[in-house]
């Protein structure tokens, strides 16, 4: 019986061929089985963790909670200098030049990424706005979320940072950016749950050393980042203590 | 904990004594300017038990004015305003004991003298069903809500010195 392996959705298209590259690598590294199941959404991956079907997974850091206290999951290890950041745009022909601009009863278009839609939510608190006295437009991709504001359909976007700088220059010229987070300290972290823990200590040496090998890195590069970091215990443990902090 | 000096404060400035809850007490020189909360930011930073800095991140070391190596190990109320009413504190404490989460809008003090208002968050952490530290978590606030504060504040503070 195999193991599988699943990916938080909010990774750009353009990684998917990544991904699966990094699962066949990963099966010759380890000399196991393992199944990538990728889901569409938030709801239906979390059906499946809830399930018990998920052994591995590239988690968002809204979800470590979940994983660790719930499910038994660990840490193993989190993207080199790479943080979950967000961008707050509208459309550029909008007369909204700063967040202190934005009214209530504005339509917010956004996906259903928990942790962008926290951290958007949290830079929108200085004009009085939550999600009382907003409307939330959700939609199932960055792209459409783009497409709402250059039509006229929302007043504000959230967006994975990676994401807005992946869209074509077309897009970009109709968008205009209010507020690029620069968080840092958020990130999304590489777990093993319960049934894999034999494999935990081989499969953290064999990430960490990816960097060190030229074929390996290009792996790396499709997924978007250049190398691992240890995560331990207590790195997570923060990283849930963060995300508390951050969740009203 | 260091007294501030003129050398860090530009002139004008207005000295008062600032005491703290363990009975020590310092120099403070305060400047009416405020500096405002860097947009999309969050200042984040953990303290042990005994409320000292174990971690701060960059925006915290940006706004507070001091070096990371002065901030590790000093009291988190180096930041301490002599406007915030000791209630507020008090009631964070309390909070904290009772193992929950606090939040609430805090006027902070730089080392230059000016200040910066913050919407804080503050939990503990807990690890195997005990207190070991606490994190703490800034962000941009409300500037209706800080006016709000602005004027409450001011009342409790009265009521404290009454």
Not at chain 2, 122 to 150: A, D, L, M, Q
Request: include cysteine; hydrophobic fraction near 40%.
């Amino acid at each position: 019986m195999p193991y599988t392996m699943t990916v938080s959705p909010d990774f750009p298209p353009t990684q998917i061929a990544g991904w699966y590259i990094f699962n066949t690598w990963l099966q010759k590294k380890l000399d196991i089985s393992i199944h990538l199941e990728l889901y569409n959404n938030f709801d239906e991956q979390r059906n499946a963790i809830e399930e018990n079907k998920i052994d591995l997974i590239f988690a968002n850091p809204f979800d470590a909670s979940m994983l660790v206290r719930e499910k038994g999951f660990s840490a193993l290890v989190k993207p080199d200098s790479k943080s979950d950041e967000v961008i707050i745009a509208v459309s550029a022909e909008s007369k909204v030049m700063e967040i202190e601009d934005l009214q209530a009863g504005i339509k917010i278009a956004k996906t259903d990424d928990p942790d962008v839609n926290m951290i958007g939510m949290i830079i929108l608190e200085p004009a009085d706005l939550d999600v009382q006295n907003t409307i939330s437009e959700v939609v199932d991709t960055y792209a459409i979320v783009a497409k709402q504001l250059i039509q006229g359909n929302s007043d504000v976007g959230f967006f994975l940072k990676d994401a807005y700088e992946n869209f074509s220059d077309l897009i970009a010229k109709n968008l205009r950016v209010l507020v690029s987070s620069q968080i840092d300290v958020i990130s999304h972290a590489f777990m093993a749950g319960p049934k894999v823990q034999e494999h935990t200590q081989a499969l953290q040496e064999a990430l960490i050393d990816m960097a060190n090998d030229p074929n390996e890195q290009k792996i790396l590069e499709s997924l978007g980042f250049t190398g691992w970091t240890i995560q331990d215990h207590e790195d997570t443990e923060f990283m849930i203590d963060l995300m508390e902090t951050l969740v009203n | 904990m260091e007294n501030m000096t003129a050398n860090d404060v530009p002139e004008p400035y207005e000295e008062r004594q600032i005491q703290y809850w363990d009975a020590s007490s310092r120099t403070v020189l305060l400047r009416d300017v405020e500096v405002p909360f860097p947009e999309g930011k969050l200042i984040v930073s953990r303290t042990d038990m005994d409320g000292k800095i174990t971690h701060c991140n960059q925006s915290f070391v940006d706004m507070s004015g001091f070096s990371e190596d002065k901030l590790i190990g000093e009291p988190h109320y180096i930041l301490r305003h002599p406007d915030m009413p000791a209630a507020a504190f008090k009631d964070l404490w309390d909070t904290m004991s009772r193992k929950e989460k606090w939040h609430g809008y805090v006027k902070n003090l730089r080392k230059d003298g000016a200040y910066y208002w913050v919407y804080a968050t503050v939990i503990p952490n807990i690890r195997n069903n005990e207190i070991v530290g606490y994190t703490s978590v800034r962000r941009k606030p409300s500037r209706n809500k800080v006016n709000e504060c602005i004027s409450l504040y001011a009342k409790m503070k009265k009521e404290e010195q009454a």
